[in-house]
Each structure stands twice: as structure tokens, then as C-alpha cells.
């Protein structure tokens, strides 16, 4: 994967830094067995299983991108952020962030991630969100004209400024998260893991927090993991995709080569100015070059079939040729795409 990622600033950045080869991870779990009889059983003689939560993991991840990791419950997305993050050592392979086995990271390594958990929290309930942040701040050993800054920043961007001193406990959800994503930034980490952020939050909630990410991965340049069931977070944030099914990488790489390879053709709709000459057999050989085809030709709309990978170069086409007043490309939503390749998966199981 060699795979180089623009920045904020505008740099090539192609230093990998989380690396799993062939990670797999099991847990050992026993069978209960029901009654009296089975008590004694399940106390002296259990049964013991094993389940397989990740298994053949190839996964190399670089400095600046921001990919978005998703999959049915069960897939294995948190469990393989615990093992890239060293909560959990892996079972088989190998998982390794900056350089190191992820289990064995040392403090100085510790300090430059951060994670986020949609269902827990990394702050302290019964204190107010500011009280949390300068401890973390002295946990962290930031300067305090770094943490102001930054502080400062994050809380007008996330509109949260006027509530850094209310109890955590009396924000809503979605401020409450909103404190946690600044919590997460405030050390200027190199990597930070997101998991369902966005998880029961409203509208306005879940696209201010989108538009955050978005802007800090660009400008710091900082590495971003996402996982969600929300198909618009990951749209409208990451540029890299993996999709994961029972433990094991079902694809990897850019949501346009996903819809290329889901959807091999799109439709584009043309309605054209009333003053328009339309459509004219003699323009038929132009369409060759791009693999186009005209599927319907109305006095004022056209309809042509094109290779996805020719849709942007198909497009300038249409405008240099025709005086058009509307243009519209078929859209697949990500979750109708997700739901296309599970079902090619398992039709060819």
C-alpha cells in the first residue's frame, strides 16, 4: 500500500504509522451448562470455546489520512482498535503503532494517541468540562498558553464556549460529546480513534462535530480512525474506507474506487436551455472515447449511461457542447453500496 496522502500543508506524507500483518484475535470463552448438575460441571470441569473476533488483519495506516472503518456489530471494529491502540494484545501477528508492538508502548509513544468512545467517557462526571481539560492538560504536560490556545479554539468551533463550566453531568448528549472530541485534542496526538462519536446525536450535533474532524485532520495533519453506522459520517469525512465482516478486511481503498467497483456505470440526466439545437446524431462518435452511451434523448433531456471512471472527464464534454440549464449524476448512497457488496460476498459464498 503505498499510499501517499496530502496535508494540510500541503506535503507528501507517506510514514506509516499503525501496521497490523496478519493480526488475528481470539477470546476463550466456556459453555454454561443449565441445572443442579451442571453447576458442578461448570465450577470443575468447564467446556472451553474459542471465538474468533479478528482473524488475517493486513492493515497499514500513514500519517494525515482519515479512514473510516465499518462493518456490521460483531465485525470486530472496536476490538481492532484495542489491539492497534495496545488495550489488548493480539492473539496472532502482529499490531504496531510508531514503530512499536502496540502492547508495549512506552509512556512518550502513549502521549501521542487519544481515543474516543461514543459510549464512555474520558472526562469526569461530577466536575465541569474546564476542571477535566486542565487536568488533562497537566496530565499531558501541555504548555498553558498551548492549552488556552487550543481550548479557545476548539470550544468556539464546536460552539460549546459558554459551557466549559456547567457539571458534565448536566450537558446534553451531544455537548457532552463535543467535550470529549476537544478532550481528545487538546495534547495535539498524531493519532486519534473514534468510535461510534456520533452515536444518538442530533442533526446540527453530528455535522458541527463532522466539520471539526474534517478541518483538524487538514490542518494538523492528524491521523483520524473512525468507526460509525452513520454512513454520512463517513462520506462526508473520510477519504479511505475499510469495510469489515466477521473479523476479516472485505475492502480497503477510496470510497470513489468503492463505487467504481460496486456501480461499473452512472447515469447523468441533462436538461437543457430552452433555446438549445439538443441532441444530434452526428455528436454519436464523440461518445466513443468516454465509453458513453445515450439511453434516452427528449427535446430538452438527454440521458447517458457512462463508465464511472469516465464521469469526470465525460462532464466538461457535456458543458462544451450543449447549453445546459440542469445536470444531475446518479447518486448510490454508501449504505445502499455497503449492502451491494455484502450480498455479492455471500451470493459467491
Known amino acids: 500500500m503505498d499510499r501517499a496522502v496530502s496535508t494540510g ?7 506509516v504509522l499503525i501496521e497490523m500483518r496478519g493480526a488475528g484475535k481470539r477470546f476463550r470463552t466456556w459453555k454454561r451448562r443449565e441445572g443442579f448438575g451442571g453447576f458442578f460441571v461448570n465450577l470443575f470441569a468447564r467446556e472451553w470455546t474459542e471465538v474468533a473476533a479478528l482473524e488475517g488483519i493486513e492493515l497499514e495506516i500513514r ?12 465485525a470486530g471494529k472496536t476490538t481492532l482498535l484495542k ?26 509513544h502513549k502521549r501521542r494517541l487519544s481515543m474516543v468512545m461514543g459510549q464512555r467517557s ?11 481539560f486542565r487536568l488533562l492538560r497537566e496530565i499531558y504536560s501541555v504548555p498553558r498558553s498551548d492549552f488556552e490556545l487550543r481550548l479557545r479554539e476548539s470550544a ?3 460552539q460549546v464556549t459558554d459551557m466549559l463550566q456547567r457539571q458534565l453531568r448536566n450537558l446534553s448528549l451531544g455537548e457532552r460529546m463535543k ?19 456520533t452515536i444518538g446525536l442530533d442533526l446540527v450535533s453530528r455535522e458541527t462535530i463532522r466539520r471539526y474532524l474534517v478541518e483538524i485532520n487538514r490542518a494538523r495533519g492528524v491521523t483520524i480512525v473512525l468507526t460509525s453506522h452513520d454512513m454520512e459520517d463517513i462520506e462526508e469525512t473520510c477519504r479511505r474506507l475499510v469495510i469489515l465482516r466477521q ?15 460496486t456501480y461499473e456505470r452512472r447515469a447523468i440526466e441533462v436538461h437543457l436551455e430552452p433555446s438549445s439545437p439538443g441532441w444530434d446524431a452526428a455528436f454519436e462518435p464523440l461518445l466513443e472515447p468516454f ?5 434516452r434523448a427528449a427535446p430538452l433531456t438527454l440521458l447517458f449511461s457512462v463508465p464511472a471512471p469516465a464521469v469526470q472527464r465525460f462532464v466538461p464534454f457535456l458543458f462544451e457542447r450543449f447549453a445546459i440549464r440542469d445536470l444531475s449524476i446518479e447518486h448510490h448512497p454508501l449504505d445502499m453500496i455497503i449492502r451491494q457488496i455484502f450480498q455479492q460476498r455471500e451470493g459467491g459464498a
Open 9 to 15: 500543508h500541503n506535503r507528501a506524507v507517506s510514514e
Open 63 to 74: 500519517r494525515g489520512e482519515f479512514l473510516g472503518l465499518i462493518g456490521a456489530n460483531g
Open 83 to 108: 489491539c492497534v491502540s495496545g488495550i489488548t494484545p493480539v492473539s496472532s501477528g502482529s499490531a504496531r503503532m510508531f514503530g512499536c508492538d502496540s502492547f508495549a508502548l512506552r509512556d512518550e
Open 122 to 132: 474520558q472526562l469526569w462526571w461530577d466536575l465541569p468540562a474546564i476542571d477535566s
Open 156 to 158: 468556539e468551533r464546536l
Open 179 to 197: 467535550m470529549e472530541i476537544i478532550g481528545a485534542f487538546l495534547h495535539e496526538p498524531d493519532v486519534v480513534f473514534l468510535d461510534e462519536p
Open 247 to 261: 473479523g476479516r478486511v472485505l475492502f480497503d481503498g477510496g470510497l470513489v474506487d468503492l463505487k467504481a467497483r
Open 291 to 295: 465509453g458513453a452511451r445515450l439511453e
